[in-house]
């Protein structure tokens, strides 16, 4: 909107498309109530999911990883062995005792790395065993939770498809009637809107109160309110106030 524009258009007026703005945002407000948490739901099993997936990963590998220091540790025997053997040959043909000693040294730390590789083998084996089923348990609920995550998709498209021409309609007839309202106050709108609990900007006088707070308007200010001449907010929420009979007056033209 122009600033000229701005100028030509009365305070009544004003008010009166503030309020038509706030009429259609409930409005939308209610479609999206009537989706519920499902899109909340559908995101968190989505977050679910990936985080599954994960983890799915991250035990594959440690699975693999497992296995390999499992192959490693059966070769690493296969050597000890192999010098074993080797050692014992070249018992039979020393030439002294320090050299008997010694190949027997080596036997022995041998036969001791068999030892504790083989315990690792069995540590490995047995750690496999938990991970694997920590990977089945996994596997088996992110099949659950994609079951879980079609379904409520599925409810909630199903939701949404109901709705979705009538909320794109008040969407372009909100568009419609932010495009009658000067930018200054159309920014202060969206911000009171939006930290409004119940999403209402604009409220009219009910039994002498605000009907967004419900605090006590001073009969002075509510007969500012009613002679329509400037823009007034609550003193107490913010929330910027009109008449009830032109609130009446807008949500008849809505009927």
Same mark, same amino acid.
């Given at each position: 909107m122009s600033e000229k524009d701005s100028k030509e258009i009365t305070v009544? +007026?004003?008010?009166k498309a503030l309020y038509d703005l706030q009429l259609v945002n409930s409005e939308i407000d209610k479609i999206k109530t009537l989706r519920g948490d499902l899109p909340l739901e559908v995101q968190d099993l989505e977050d679910e999911i990936a985080g599954l997936n994960t983890r799915v990963a991250n035990l594959t590998e440690e699975i693999q990883q497992i296995d390999s220091s499992i192959? %490693?540790?059966? &070769? #690493?025997?296969?050597?000890?062995?192999? =010098? *074993? &053997?080797?050692?014992k040959e070249q018992q039979d043909n020393v030439r002294n005792n320090r050299e008997y000693e010694n190949l027997a040294k080596e036997i022995e730390f041998q036969t001791l790395e068999i030892e504790l590789s083989e315990k690792r083998i069995n540590e490995a084996i047995n750690l496999s065993g938990v991970r694997k089923e920590? =990977? +089945?348990?996994?596997?088996? =609920? !992110?099949?659950?939770?994609?079951e879980d995550l079609e379904l409520k998709k599925k409810e909630l498209d199903e939701v949404i498809s109901e709705t979705k021409q009538e909320e794109e309609n008040l969407r372009d007839k909100a568009k419609e009637i932010e495009g009658m309202i000067e930018e200054r106050l159309l920014t202060a709108f969206k911000r009171i809107r939006k930290n409004a609990r119940n999403g209402l900007a604009v409220v009219a006088v009910e039994r002498d109160a605000c009907g967004g707070c419900?605090?006590? *308007? $001073? $009969?002075?200010r509510q007969l #500012? !309110?009613? !002679?329509?001449?400037? *823009? *007034?907010? @609550? +003193?107490? @929420? %913010?929330? !910027?106030?009109? #008449? $009830? +009979? =032109? &609130? &009446?007056?807008?949500?008849?033209?809505?009927?």
């Open positions: 009544e +007026e004003k008010l192959t %490693g540790r059966k &070769a #690493d025997i296969e050597n000890s062995k192999s =010098l *074993i &053997a080797k050692y920590e =990977l +089945e348990k996994a596997k088996t =609920l !992110i099949s659950e939770r994609n419900f605090n006590k *308007i $001073p $009969p002075q #500012d !309110i009613r !002679i329509r001449k400037k *823009i *007034i907010v @609550c +003193e107490y @929420c %913010g929330r !910027i106030l009109i #008449d $009830p +009979e =032109l &609130a &009446a007056e807008e949500m008849s033209k809505k009927n």
